[in-house]
């Protein structure tokens, strides 16, 4: 009977110690270090990457360097922080920087403003076009792939315009992402050194507002659904690029109808339809 009660008690106790193993991994993030110092913040929030609770995610950043000769580098969300555009801002912060092996990223840091140091409405010297990582974008996302559809009568007039149509804009040329659950986009052309950005207003339609101009593209397509993007410019809100969309499986086909445009370039060219399309897959949603 004692050798029983022996038995069960050192069972017990096995038990006991694998419980409080199990629940010592499964604790919570744990603060790993704490520090005060001073950061410049830029005149403008810049696409980038940020680890936020174990996880990278797309935002706008802010871009932030400790004195004139460093680097700008991205930060998170800085608590209590009250931020406007157009103004840079020297801030004394605290940075916490907490671990928790559970996550996809174990380490990352939390900010608390302390004190506003200084400000001034200007635009900051030398920002960058983007605060990725040295080769995320190449790596993770790619140009959209571009096409049109031309249904013009005249020969001379529809190579004219398939030649215009080649020499797309930047989003042809771009880096492009969709991101905050696409409410934001960011064109970044990385051999240019030059980036839009800005946010996504995107509404639900019947169908296009020209729909005979679409008739033709879509004989061998059955869209999904159709919807009206804005995209609208950060830094020139009244300048947006208006796009019909629609739907095929797993891509978003922007579609920009430019019938109009050549028809009154070319009265005489029997131009029926022009659409500039431009094609949205997974890699370009964040």
Not at 253 to 260: G, Q
Not at 273 to 279: A, G, H, R
Request: hydrophobic share 35%; proline share 5%.
């Amino acid at each position: 009977m004692k050798n029983q009660i022996r038995l069960l008690a050192a069972v017990a106790l096995v038990l006991l110690g694998i419980g409080f193993s199990s629940c010592s991994k499964e604790e919570g993030p744990k603060i790993i270090s704490q520090k005060e110092y001073e950061l410049t913040i830029g005149s403008e929030m810049i696409p980038g990457l940020l680890c936020s609770d174990g996880e990278n995610q797309v935002a706008d950043v802010y871009a932030a360097k400790e004195n004139a000769t460093a680097v700008w580098r991205p930060i998170g969300p800085i608590q209590d922080f009250e931020y406007k555009e157009g103004t840079e801002y020297r801030i004394l912060l605290q940075e916490t920087q907490y671990r928790d092996d559970r996550k996809a990223e174990p380490v990352w840091s939390e900010y608390q403003l302390i004190k506003v140091l200084g400000q001034e409405d200007k635009r900051s010297e030398d920002l960058p076009i983007h605060l990725f990582p040295d080769g995320f974008l190449e790596k993770n996302t790619t140009a959209p792939r571009c096409t049109w559809f031309t249904e013009v009568e005249d020969a001379a007039t529809k190579a004219a315009i398939e030649k215009d149509l080649e020499d797309a804009g930047p989003i042809a040329h771009s880096q492009f992402l969709l991101y905050n659950h696409m409410t934001q986009w960011a064109c970044i052309l990385l051999k240019e050194n030059f980036s839009l950005y800005g946010e996504l207003q995107r509404k639900k339609i019947e169908q296009p507002k020209n729909p005979e101009h679409f008739l033709p593209l879509l004989q061998d397509w059955h869209p999904q659904s159709w919807q009206k993007w804005d995209l609208i410019e950060q830094h020139d809100p009244g300048e947006s690029g208006d796009f019909i969309v629609f739907f095929v499986k797993n891509e978003a086909w922007l579609c920009h109808d430019k019938t109009f445009c050549y028809q009154k370039q070319y009265p005489s060219g029997g131009v029926k339809s022009v659409i500039d399309i431009f094609v949205l897959g997974r890699k370009h949603i964040f």
